[in-house]
């Protein structure tokens, strides 16, 4: 089903951070983030070898790729360094000198570098050594885990719950099937998940703690892809089917592609026509399954697989405190925790999040106060702790609920909504 409308209020929302494949890496490349490495090099010299018996020393470039953007670098003399952002995940792929695939960087059963909770913040080195290829993963020499990169075992066994997604990174970044990588003709596609829990618990109030009891019955999905600014479609010819065996015959399709923009979002959804007792946003969005999916736009097919969908055990739960004053807002405290209870570091696993208020008069977006400055979103320059707003006439006995969205690392936005028992 084809359809172009507006879409839910909080879809719009969450489309505000979107994938660009052609993103440029501006950072200054004597300071900040540094991961640097070492491969063999080739002890003979002009041997060309079939893309089946490709070794690590045929390698000439590294990928570069999270959700944000993708980046080439060239391999020298059997070395490089990369300059990646601080508070993101990426994945490393390295390429020969015909961009064909040799292999993908793993440790600790990961296939990412979770870059947001670092021993040094933005001005820590990551130096993998000399690295070695097994099949296709590409082991450091040195493991950064506990070291540089730190995670809990806890956050560790979340991450490599969502593993899946990455081992889908090296199918999906040739979605033509031409031999290329899209991102080279700025053609890329990335797929993420929009997960909305309509019902978490209910926010805390001062010193009163707060009740979290995420309804895992009452859950909305919502896939989303993003395409580079030259995938274009023309007359509505998009369409989005799948998985490969056992397709659905259920899924929606909605999109946007901004004014003046030639990029664009689709957003795909399965809703089962149930509208949930106590629930926020209507129709219950069903889940998809793990496969390959086909995205057409006009007579042109483009497969991907979807390996994203471990979402409860790795969900991370923001769970707002009011603070107030009287009964005036004052702030909104923050603390985070995957839904079996353990604590977490908001900084290993998020990118950005921001907090809404829905009271009698409408929805309100709290901006947070830093110094002279203010921002829609928290991120990990402004820590994760506490929203503080700009000036706020909203009263605690006014509240509906409060609504926490965030994007985690690996570029999934979640919705996370707390109603007021108060």
């Given at each position: 089903m084809r359809t172009k409308i507006s879409l839910l209020a909080c879809l719009l929302c969450l489309a505000a951070c979107q994938y660009n494949n052609d993103r440029e890496h501006e950072q200054d490349q004597n300071q900040g983030l540094l991961i640097k490495g070492q491969i063999p090099q080739r002890t003979k010299a002009g041997l060309t070898r079939s893309a089946d018996n490709l070794s690590l020393e045929d390698a000439d470039k590294v990928l570069m790729l999270s959700y944000w953007g993708n980046q080439f670098i060239d391999i020298d003399s059997g070395r490089f360094s990369i300059y990646p952002e601080w508070g993101t995940a990426i994945a490393l792929l390295f390429l020969d000198s015909a961009y064909r695939y040799i292999g993908h960087l793993s440790t600790r059963g990961l296939n990412l570098l979770p870059l947001g909770n670092l021993s040094e913040g933005e001005n820590t080195l990551i130096d993998l050594s000399m690295l070695r290829l097994e099949g296709h993963t590409v082991i450091p020499g040195y493991d950064p885990f506990g070291n540089e990169i730190l995670l809990s075992e806890?956050?560790?066994?979340?991450?490599?719950?969502?593993?899946?997604?990455?081992?889908?990174?090296?199918?999906?970044?040739?979605?033509?099937?031409?031999?290329?990588?899209?991102?080279?003709?700025?053609?890329?596609?990335?797929?993420?998940?929009?997960?909305?829990?309509?019902?978490?618990?209910?926010?805390?109030?001062?010193?009163?703690?707060?009740?979290?009891?995420?309804?895992?019955?009452?859950?909305?999905?919502?896939?989303?892809?993003?395409s580079g600014p030259d995938l274009q479609f023309s007359d509505n010819n998009i369409s989005f089917?799948?998985?490969?065996?056992?397709?659905?015959?259920?899924?929606?399709?909605?999109?946007?592609?901004?004014?003046?923009?030639?990029?664009?979002?689709?957003?795909?959804?399965?809703?089962?026509?149930?509208?949930?007792?106590?629930?926020?946003?209507?129709?219950?969005?069903?889940?998809?399954?793990?496969?390959?999916?086909?995205?057409?736009?006009?007579?042109?097919?483009?497969?991907?697989?979807?390996?994203?969908?471990?979402?409860?055990?790795?969900?991370?739960?923001?769970?707002?405190?009011?603070?107030?004053?009287?009964?005036?807002?004052?702030?909104?405290?923050?603390?985070?925790?995957?839904?079996?209870?353990?604590?977490?570091?908001?900084?290993?696993?998020?990118?950005?999040?921001?907090?809404?208020?829905t009271d009698s008069s409408g929805m309100h977006d709290i901006p947070h106060v830093t110094g002279s400055d203010c921002s829609d979103w928290l991120s990990i320059r402004t820590g994760f702790d506490s929203i503080v707003p700009a000036g706020s006439n909203i009263l605690l006995r006014e509240i509906q609920h409060v609504s926490v969205w965030y994007d985690d690392i690996l570029g999934n936005h979640y919705a996370l909504i707390f109603p007021n028992a108060y």
């Amino acid at each position: 089903m084809r359809t172009k409308i507006s879409l839910l209020a909080c879809l719009l929302c969450l489309a505000a951070c979107q994938y660009n494949n052609d993103r440029e890496h501006e950072q200054d490349q004597n300071q900040g983030l540094l991961i640097k490495g070492q491969i063999p090099q080739r002890t003979k010299a002009g041997l060309t070898r079939s893309a089946d018996n490709l070794s690590l020393e045929d390698a000439d470039k590294v990928l570069m790729l999270s959700y944000w953007g993708n980046q080439f670098i060239d391999i020298d003399s059997g070395r490089f360094s990369i300059y990646p952002e601080w508070g993101t995940a990426i994945a490393l792929l390295f390429l020969d000198s015909a961009y064909r695939y040799i292999g993908h960087l793993s440790t600790r059963g990961l296939n990412l570098l979770p870059l947001g909770n670092l021993s040094e913040g933005e001005n820590t080195l990551i130096d993998l050594s000399m690295l070695r290829l097994e099949g296709h993963t590409v082991i450091p020499g040195y493991d950064p885990f506990g070291n540089e990169i730190l995670l809990s075992e806890k956050e560790l066994q979340a991450l490599q719950s969502l593993g899946e997604y990455y081992n889908a990174i090296a199918y999906n970044m040739d979605a033509d099937r031409d031999g290329q990588p899209d991102c080279l003709s700025g053609k890329g596609l990335m797929m993420s998940t929009i997960v909305v829990y309509p019902r978490c618990g209910r926010f805390g109030h001062n010193d009163r703690l707060p009740e979290v009891e995420p309804d895992s019955s009452c859950v909305n999905y919502t896939l989303q892809i993003s395409s580079g600014p030259d995938l274009q479609f023309s007359d509505n010819n998009i369409s989005f089917y799948g998985p490969e065996g056992e397709p659905y015959d259920d899924m929606q399709l909605n999109y946007i592609i901004e004014e003046g923009e030639t990029l664009f979002n689709a957003y795909i959804s399965r809703p089962n026509g149930q509208i949930r007792e106590g629930a926020c946003c209507g129709d219950l969005l069903l889940p998809f399954k793990k496969g390959e999916y086909t995205l057409k736009l006009d007579e042109l097919e483009y497969k991907l697989i979807y390996a994203n969908n471990q979402y409860y055990s790795a969900l991370v739960l923001a769970v707002p405190s009011i603070i107030t004053n009287g009964d005036t807002l004052k702030s909104i405290r923050l603390e985070y925790q995957l839904t079996n209870g353990t604590k977490v570091e908001p900084s290993a696993m998020l990118n950005i999040l921001y907090a809404q208020i829905t009271d009698s008069s409408g929805m309100h977006d709290i901006p947070h106060v830093t110094g002279s400055d203010c921002s829609d979103w928290l991120s990990i320059r402004t820590g994760f702790d506490s929203i503080v707003p700009a000036g706020s006439n909203i009263l605690l006995r006014e509240i509906q609920h409060v609504s926490v969205w965030y994007d985690d690392i690996l570029g999934n936005h979640y919705a996370l909504i707390f109603p007021n028992a108060y």
